[in-house]
């Protein structure tokens, strides 16, 4: 006879338990053929085309894990969160092709995409990079895409001086016709951190740009308000891409990117709220966290708690 052990449970389920808590990593329920539900998400841990130094291919994990920091239950709304998340896992990538690696994650959504198993997406990053992949195939599947962009940069650059890498995804979204530039707004864009000839490029093709000159003396809803109500009028579908350097050093310290003068988390927060209520916002992608830099998951947090505060606009 085999001998029980009374006060041992089985690794990593030794947690304080509260009967009546249900912690918002629960939602988390993995893909199961026929699963149908609100919410799906999908981790593309690609952040070797970083042009800084970038581990936040470990940011997809260090997310969900950063969800059990929270519980489902809103007092604001008076209501539980409790629509599942299907987590179709990560996207599986080479150590070594970083080309193939993007060409990777947009097949990889294009399958998700078909597949309607979902009606919103969460996309984990990775470096911002992935946005191209994933707008890609997004477009793909749900026809004219708006795209509102929570940035400190303008992720314009030039391809010619170091090929696809995290500041290049906007740029070639352009140019190869996926999103036009007067359907795409970038908010939060700071000063110092982006060249004039960007800054010009992205007023020529129309691109819409709120600094955070803006944001302070406008007020985000204001602005979030406005975008929505003007892409709306345009395009089929919007798709959120959020940097998390748009954030302040203080409050995002494992950005790779990281910078003074940025938005704070209740500023953020308040433009996913405004953003999450709107129909036709369906996807968002979070990216630019690296865990292996970060202060006690301070970024990987707000990450998290961005998508709850999506899930209450949505759900509640």
Same mark, same amino acid.
């Given at each position: 006879?085999?001998?029980?052990?009374?006060?041992?449970?089985?690794?990593?389920?030794?947690?304080?338990?509260?009967?009546?808590?249900?912690?918002?990593?629960?939602?988390?329920?993995?893909?199961?053929?026929?699963?149908?539900?609100?919410?799906?998400?999908?981790?593309?841990?690609?952040?070797?085309?970083?042009?800084?130094?970038?581990?936040?291919?470990?940011?997809?994990?260090?997310?969900?894990?950063?969800?059990?920091?929270?519980?489902?239950?809103?007092?604001?709304?008076?209501?539980?969160?409790?629509?599942?998340?299907?987590?179709?896992?990560?996207?599986?990538?080479?150590?070594?092709?970083?080309?193939?690696?993007?060409?990777?994650?947009?097949?990889?959504?294009?399958?998700?995409?078909?597949?309607?198993?979902?009606?919103?997406?969460?996309?984990?990053?990775?470096?911002?990079?992935?946005?191209?992949?994933?707008?890609?195939?997004?477009?793909?599947?749900?026809?004219?895409?708006?795209?509102?962009?929570?940035?400190?940069h303008h992720d314009l650059r030039n391809t010619e001086d170091g090929g696809p890498t995290n500041g290049t995804p906007f740029r070639r979204l352009l140019t190869d016709k996926i999103v036009s530039g007067e359907n795409l707004v970038q908010i939060g864009i700071r000063d110092? /951190?982006?060249?004039? !000839?960007?800054?010009?490029?992205?007023?020529?093709?129309? #691109?819409? $740009?709120?600094?955070?000159? %803006?944001? +302070?003396?406008?007020?985000?809803?204001?602005?979030?308000?406005?975008?929505?109500?003007?892409?709306?009028?345009?395009?089929?579908?919007?798709?959120?891409?959020?940097?998390?350097?748009?954030?302040?050093?203080?409050?995002?310290?494992?950005?790779?990117?990281?910078?003074?003068?940025?938005?704070?988390?209740?500023?953020?927060?308040?433009?996913? /709220?405004?953003?999450? !209520?709107?129909?036709?916002?369906?996807?968002?992608?979070? #990216?630019? $966290?690296?865990?292996?830099? %970060?202060? +006690?998951?301070?970024?990987?947090?707000?990450?998290?708690?961005?998508?709850?505060?999506?899930?209450?606009?949505?759900?509640?």
């Amino acid at each position: 006879m085999s001998k029980q052990f009374r006060h041992l449970k089985p690794y990593g389920k030794g947690a304080f338990v509260d009967r009546y808590t249900t912690r918002a990593s629960e939602l988390l329920k993995p893909y199961e053929s026929g699963a149908k539900g609100a919410y799906g998400l999908v981790g593309l841990p690609l952040s070797k085309t970083s042009i800084s130094h970038s581990g936040a291919s470990f940011a997809p994990g260090a997310i969900r894990e950063a969800l059990s920091s929270y519980t489902v239950y809103s007092g604001e709304k008076g209501a539980n969160l409790t629509e599942e998340i299907i987590d179709f896992g990560d996207v599986y990538l080479s150590p070594t092709n970083l080309i193939e690696n993007q060409h990777t994650l947009y097949k990889a959504l294009v399958d998700v995409f078909e597949a309607e198993v979902a009606s919103n997406y969460f996309l984990l990053g990775g470096d911002h990079g992935v946005s191209y992949a994933a707008i890609k195939a997004y477009a793909e599947h749900q026809g004219n895409v708006g795209v509102i962009q929570f940035d400190a940069h303008h992720d314009l650059r030039n391809t010619e001086d170091g090929g696809p890498t995290n500041g290049t995804p906007f740029r070639r979204l352009l140019t190869d016709k996926i999103v036009s530039g007067e359907n795409l707004v970038q908010i939060g864009i700071r000063d110092f /951190t982006n060249a004039k !000839e960007y800054h010009e490029y992205a007023l020529e093709e129309g #691109v819409t $740009i709120y600094t955070m000159a %803006d944001v +302070r003396e406008q007020g985000i809803q204001p602005i979030v308000a406005e975008s929505l109500a003007t892409l709306a009028k345009k395009v089929d579908i919007i798709y959120v891409s959020l940097d998390m350097d748009v954030l302040d050093q203080a409050y995002a310290p494992g950005c790779p990117a990281i910078g003074p003068g940025g938005m704070d988390t209740d500023t953020l927060l308040q433009g996913i /709220t405004t953003l999450s !209520e709107h129909e036709k916002v369906k996807a968002m992608d979070i #990216v630019e $966290i690296d865990p292996t830099i %970060d202060i +006690r998951n301070m970024t990987s947090r707000v990450a998290a708690y961005t998508i709850l505060q999506f899930m209450k606009g949505k759900s509640l």
